[in-house]
């Protein structure tokens, strides 16, 4: 009997018949090979030989073809958010003038998902969510996993700018309803991972918060198979649960599995919120000798992070502050808060 192929060997199949391709200069036969495979290639991590692929070709040919530019992004979101974006805005133009409601969806979210991890500055939103509902008029939202991905990135750009947008509420019950009929382990984690911290921080239904995760927890062998980033955003939102039921243990050992992570693979872009969780723990229990050392250690990435980031910072090391009895160095730190963050930027934060 032959033996199935593994996901591996499937991959290194298709990276053989890309070189193949790539060496005659068969351009058509390379793109189909990429239209094909490439989101099973994306889910299984190959990020890296994809943008092979993609860079071997004639830049002009890529360039001009919608589902070229989309996938082009797709392999940067790893290493590059800012470069990811443009490609994704390249790919929404080149779908527009050509319309393709499916490619303008996932443009659409995959933008909004850029802005989101890149936790810089959060009022481009706006635009977006603009586009969105203009695009919700014009075309019906395809079923599965489209949907998914627009409902999910709509309900995380209502989220972080316009909070008080009368729908928000909507949209987040929509996305609870989608969340269990996703397949894929990964989408399932960065699609409801906004949902958690709704539950969590804005509405305290902590209940809500552990459903929605108990979706995606699974077996450990599950977990062992999970993509980087979904991985480290996993631990991420376990950690932010254990600490608010005080199981420190737990929250410590889902911390450094998302940073044991991050460390092996490369994705960093969730680095600073992991970093910070250890200063929550130990604000939480009253380890004030604890959260000065991992203060400390935190504040050496603020030279290379975004201003969200550093406001985060200057907001718990106010709340150090306090626990220590300085209420004037802590309304200092707030006000430096004020200053990183602004209403416009970042309306939830601040």
Not at 52 to 66: E, I, N, V, Y
Request: glycine content about 6%; charged content about 25%; overall charge negative.
């Amino acid at each position: 009997m032959k033996k199935p192929q593994s996901d591996e060997d499937t991959a290194l199949s298709q990276s053989g018949e890309a070189r193949s391709f790539i060496e005659v200069g068969d351009w058509s036969a390379l793109t189909n090979l990429i239209t094909e495979h490439a989101p099973s290639l994306l889910a299984e991590g190959h990020h890296e030989s994809l943008a092979g692929w993609l860079d071997a070709m004639p830049a002009k040919l890529r360039d001009d073809q919608s589902w070229l530019c989309y996938w082009t992004g797709a392999c940067m979101v790893p290493r590059d958010l800012d470069g990811a974006r443009r490609w994704f805005e390249r790919a929404f133009d080149t779908f527009e003038a050509d319309p393709d409601p499916e490619g303008l969806y996932l443009s659409w979210a995959s933008i909004i998902d850029t802005l989101f991890l890149e936790r810089g500055d959060f009022s481009p939103m706006r635009r977006w969510i603009s586009i969105g509902e203009q695009l919700l008029d014009r075309h019906p939202l395809p079923p599965g996993e489209i949907e998914g991905r627009v409902t999910s990135a709509m309900f995380t750009a209502l989220m972080h700018s316009e909070p008080a947008h009368p729908r928000i509420g909507e949209w987040a019950h929509r996305l609870a309803d989608l969340l269990v009929h996703v397949p894929d382990d990964n989408a399932r984690i960065l699609m409801g991972a906004s949902l958690v911290v709704y539950y969590t921080r804005w509405l305290g239904e902590h209940g809500h918060a552990e459903m929605v995760l108990e979706q995606f927890a699974g077996s450990r062998e599950r977990r062992e198979q999970l993509a980087p980033l979904a991985r480290i955003m996993l631990m991420l939102l376990e950690c932010t649960c254990h600490w608010n039921r005080c199981e420190i243990d737990e929250a410590n050992a889902a911390t450094q599995e998302g940073l044991e992570t991050a460390e092996r693979t490369g994705v960093h872009q969730l680095g600073f919120l992991l970093r910070a969780q250890p200063v929550y723990i130990c604000l939480g229990i009253g380890d004030l000798t604890g959260a000065e050392h991992k203060l400390a250690e935190l504040r050496k990435l603020l030279p290379r992070s975004a201003a969200i980031e550093q406001a985060h910072w200057h907001y718990l090391a106010a709340w150090h502050d306090m626990e220590r009895g300085e209420p004037h160095a802590a309304n200092e730190r707030l006000e430096e808060c004020m200053q990183l963050v602004s209403k416009d930027s970042a309306p939830f934060q601040h």
